[in-house]
């Protein structure tokens, strides 16, 4: 079970402005990052402990849980009133915790993952070669003020998150594979992975110890918020397997390109990474898909040379509060 749910401890309450029964509640939860949330007026005071659930937590279904019904019991970021709500608050219901206790698992709560198009679904041929390539997962940046906190005063770029699903490409020797977030597939012309393989000819090309992960974009994946034709992928990162890391953002890009592969969206590029607060990232990654009208989901920051922060990638997400799934 995945830590989505932590106790937590208000550190600051605002109002909000234009409402009467609601206010704007900071909770910080140890390894579980400091976020915002909207709370009944009067609920709780600066120092209660309470119970907090960050976004993808899927709720059971019971009667404590209840008013999450129309919400399908699932949590999601938003703005309300104009103020970032970005984790459900409520009192705490469990004794002899402390600040930052993982509640998951004693409160039965799942992690929501988005559904696999039929088109990306295939035969299985092996799990995900975790022993060769890292999983694609972006923490949001609200889980690592630590990663905030070493960029600052770096030169960063930023990628638009397409709203799509995951895929890797790599190869090893005579061994060439498609994977899904979580599978490698079996070699098939009816599964889009391998459809984009060929359309880019890449069993020829990708280079030996080479893996690309992409976005899976297009009818059918999603709702498609990019409205593209046809399926396609956008390149967003490269690991070199023979060294267990990733290229650098010049390289990818180079590589992209050799490789004739869309890669993705890039919002800003080679800047110097000086916000002064939260809101102003929340703020950045606000915005429409190019060419539509469709929020995108949000963005993904990383320095321009790869740094590891405390043995993990420098890399975080931050969700465009305006964006709903």
């Known amino acids: 079970m995945e830590n989505i749910a932590y106790v937590g401890k208000i550190i600051n309450i605002d109002s909000i402005e234009g409402a009467d029964f609601i206010v704007s509640a900071t909770v910080v939860c140890g390894k579980g990052g400091k976020w915002m949330g909207t709370v009944k007026k009067d609920q709780f005071k600066v120092d209660d402990l309470v119970e907090v659930y960050l976004q993808d937590a899927l709720l059971p279904e019971t009667p404590e849980f209840e008013f999450m019904k129309n919400y399908k019991y699932k949590v999601s970021m938003r703005r309300f009133k104009g103020v970032p709500s970005e984790v459900l608050i409520m009192p705490l219901s469990i004794e002899s915790v402390n600040i930052g206790d993982d509640i998951s698992a004693v409160k039965n709560i799942a992690k929501y993952s988005k559904p696999i198009s039929a088109r990306l679904s295939g035969i299985a041929l092996s799990q995900f070669p975790t022993h060769l390539i890292p999983k694609t997962d972006e923490p949001n940046f609200q889980r690592?003020?630590?990663?905030?906190?070493?960029?600052?005063?770096?030169?960063?770029?930023?990628?638009?998150?397409?709203?799509?699903?995951?895929?890797?490409?790599?190869?090893?020797?005579?061994?060439?594979?498609?994977?899904?977030?979580?599978?490698?597939?079996?070699?098939?012309?009816?599964?889009?992975?391998?459809?984009?393989?060929?359309?880019?000819?890449?069993?020829?090309?990708?280079?030996?110890?080479?893996?690309?992960?992409?976005?899976?974009?297009g009818p059918s994946i999603q709702k498609n918020r990019l409205q593209l034709p046809e399926i396609d992928l956008e390149c967003f990162n490269v690991w070199d397997i023979e060294n267990r890391k990733y290229l650098d953002a010049i390289d990818m890009l180079d590589l992209c390109e050799k490789l004739g592969i869309p890669n993705v969206q890039i919002l800003l590029w080679n800047e110097m990474f000086d916000f002064e607060t939260e809101e102003d990232l929340r703020k950045l990654a606000e915005g429409l898909y190019e060419n539509t009208k469709c929020q995108r989901e949000g963005i993904v920051i990383r320095p321009m040379i790869e740094t590891m922060v405390n043995g993990e990638r420098l890399s975080f997400k931050v969700i465009n509060l305006l964006y709903k799934d």
């Open 144 to 217: 690592v003020p630590e990663m905030l906190d070493a960029l600052r005063g770096q030169r960063y770029y930023t990628t638009v998150k397409a709203d799509g699903s995951s895929g890797t490409i790599y190869r090893v020797d005579d061994h060439f594979g498609c994977c899904s977030r979580n599978l490698e597939l079996k070699e098939s012309k009816d599964n889009a992975l391998w459809r984009l393989a060929y359309k880019y000819d890449l069993q020829k090309t990708l280079p030996n110890k080479i893996a690309i992960q992409f976005e899976t974009v």
